[in-house]
């Protein structure tokens, strides 16, 4: 969800940008989530990728600390809501048909059908939190 629409529609508190350290996942811009260059082991990691995704974050945590709203609060349209939902449901579908294919001694090319497609319906799912934020 970390998409912006040019209506406004979705409005994101930024996630960590920074994983822990001696992992092998990229460090990502707190904003527009794009991948950080590495940096030296030497001063405070990065943040954000620039002054602009820098300023967008502050004014997110403004208007989000005047609308009295918590800090992790994620706005989103309700058919941006729909879509999730539906993914999910995609998700939990595949699931149940690869449990009932597990009942069925299933042959060597039915699970890696099934697999494909478990593997499928993640990686849209996974997409959602890579994405770049749109502006």
Do not use: F
């Amino acid at each position: 969800m970390a998409e912006r629409h040019a209506a406004g529609t979705l409005t994101e508190t930024p996630m960590s940008p920074i994983p822990n350290r001696g992992s092998d996942e990229q460090r990502r811009c707190g904003w527009c989530r794009r991948v950080l260059p590495s940096q030296g082991s030497v001063g405070r990691p990065r943040l954000y990728c620039g002054q602009a995704c820098r300023q967008r974050a502050y004014e997110q945590r403004s208007a989000t600390a005047k609308a009295g709203l918590p800090g992790d609060v994620v706005l989103v349209s309700r058919n941006e809501l729909d879509g999730l939902q539906d993914r999910l449901y995609q998700l939990r579908c595949a699931l149940e048909d690869a449990q009932t294919l597990l009942t069925e001694k299933p042959t060597k090319a039915e699970l890696e059908r099934q697999l494909a497609e478990l593997v499928r319906s993640t990686g849209r799912l996974d997409r959602l939190w890579v994405s770049e934020r749109a502006g």
